[in-house]
Structures are given as C-alpha cells and as structure tokens.
C-alpha cells in the first residue's frame, strides 16, 4: 500500500514553468512508493482547500513547490498539525531555502524533501500575520510594492526595481520601538523583522540570526548609504556599524511609525501601516532540512 503525499504548486511563482517539477515529482514519488495528491493554488480558498486536503489524506509530509509566499501559506493552513513540510525551491527570491541551504538541483531537493529529518522553526506573527522568514517595514517593502507591479520577475526583476525604488527614495521615517527592552527612538530606512539570516538574492541582512532560537531579531536601518550598503551586501554587518544598524534580539515588540510606512511579509506586498504588534511563535513548523548546516539542531 502506497503512502500518501501531498504536493502543492504554485503554479505562477517566480514565473517558472512547474512541469518540470510536477513531472520530476511524479517519477521520485513512483520509485519510493508514494501516492502523489497535486494541488495547485489557485488564490481563491487555498488555506481552506489544503486543510481539506490534509484531513482526507492525512499525509506525514506536504511537499511545496514554490517560493516564501506559498511555503508561509502552507505552513498557515497546517498550523497544530503534525506534519513535515519539504520544500521545492520555485519562487522568484526562494529566501527560506537560502537560509536552510537547500541546494541547486531538483533532484537533491527531492530526496531532502520526501526523506530527511526536519527542524523545529518559530514562526512570527505580525499584526496577526504570520511570517516564516523576512518582514520588513520601509525601503525593501517600497522596492517589493514596485516590483509586484513591474511585468519582469525573478532576480532582474529585482535588481531593475531596486534602483528604480533607490532612486525615488522616501524621506526616512521616525520610529518608537517597545517591548521587554529600553524602548528605542529613531529615524529610520527600514526596519527588518528577521526570522532568519539572508534575503532570497543572498544579501545577508542578520548575521547571527537563526530560525529555531525562540527569538527574532529587529534590523533597524538608520542609514543606506553606498557604504553601509555595501557592507549589507557583501555581509559585512558588525556592531561597529551601530550608528547607522542597530541590531536587537527579542521575543515581542510594538513598532510604531509618525507615518504610513509600506509593509511587506515574506515578499509579499501588505500596504501601509504605522503600528505592528510582533511576536515569536517558537517551534511552529516543521521542515525537511540537509544534514550539513552545524548552526542548527535537527531531529
């Protein structure tokens, strides 16, 4: 008898055609003896859908294919199941995956998917939206907000809407940050809600970041000039640079902006907002990870 699967695909993600995924998806589920349930979201219902899904079939491991936005909206729908979700990097930044090094090939990403252990990784939840990865408030939800716009996706796409964005930089906002720490007032970029360490593009926006700590960290961008830019880029944050980042870890915060700043979760576009309630959700998920990264504990 055949264990059952469940495969999600996002069929528009990063812009990339997904039958190659459904296909290879298909073979490796033949060959170890698994029964392949595919669902494709289609934006109307999919949380709902796939919880349906789940009770029907009642699979150990949901298997994703696509980017943050449809990993966070799985994860959503199988919130207190226990369930081990394998991820498929197809999404146009793939900014978890990066963070759990998960490697280039399909085929790799197979094997880790419907076989390796997993971890336990905390979740965020902002104004009551849940975040697995990287949220921010500021310059990168604005550039996100123009690329969502834009017709050309994946990593150009990116980079042509991050020099247009630089170009028509806002003036910087004024923020107040409470919570069980002195509260911090400041003038800021950006302010990073960080779940982890990397953006899908590879920049490194929180060095010492980890996904299974119980806690998350806030990046607070006071300055982005060409230095501390490239410092960004090139991973090269220190606390020596706390004059224009500040970087802080914490269990909850209330963020509070003088005026409507965009808002962006996981790469996904949330509008405007001036107040954001954050909190740690610890060991909300469990995904299927390599054995290699020594960072983190695996199970």
């Known amino acids: 008898m055949r264990n059952n699967i469940i495969v999600v695909v996002n069929p528009i993600s990063g812009d990339i055609d997904k039958s190659e995924f459904i296909d290879a998806v298909a073979l490796f589920a033949e060959k170890e003896n698994f029964n392949p349930v595919i669902y494709n979201t289609s934006g109307v219902n999919d949380i709902d859908k796939i919880k349906v899904l789940y009770q029907t079939y009642k699979p150990q491991r949901i298997i994703i294919t696509g980017g943050d936005g449809t990993i966070k909206m799985v994860a959503e729908a199988m919130e207190n199941q226990d369930v081990i979700l394998g991820i498929l990097p197809a999404g146009s930044a793939n ?5 759990l090094n998960l490697p280039a090939t399909l085929e790799e990403n197979l094997e880790i998917a419907f076989h390796n252990e997993y971890m336990m990784i905390d979740m965020i939840s902002i104004n009551g939206k849940k975040s697995v990865h990287l949220s921010d408030i500021g ?4 550039l ?3 690329y969502e716009k834009s017709t050309i996706r994946g990593k150009l796409g990116y980079a042509l809407q991050a020099v247009s964005t630089l170009i028509d930089l806002d003036e910087p906002f004024f923020a107040t940050i409470t919570g069980d720490f002195p509260t911090i007032e400041c003038v800021a970029r950006m302010i990073v809600i960080a779940n982890s ?3 899908g593009t590879g920049v490194s926006i929180n060095p010492n970041g980890l996904m299974d700590d119980g806690k998350f960290e ?3 961008l006071k300055n982005l000039d060409l230095v501390v830019l490239g410092k960004i880029i090139t991973g090269n944050i220190t606390t020596d640079d706390a004059e224009d980042i500040e970087i802080i870890s914490v ?3 209330l963020i509070t902006t003088s005026v409507p700043v965009s808002f962006q979760v996981d790469g996904e576009y949330c509008g405007s907002e001036t107040k954001l309630n954050v909190e740690i959700l610890p060991k909300h998920m469990k995904v299927a990870v390599p054995y290699t990264d020594p960072d983190y504990g695996f199970i």
């Open 144 to 146: 996100i907000k123009n």
């Open 95 to 99: 900014g978890l995956a990066v963070d």
């Open 251 to 253: 269990k909850n915060a």
């Open 139 to 142: 310059l990168n939800a604005e």
């Open 218 to 220: 806030l990046v607070i």
């Open 197 to 199: 360490k990397k953006y």
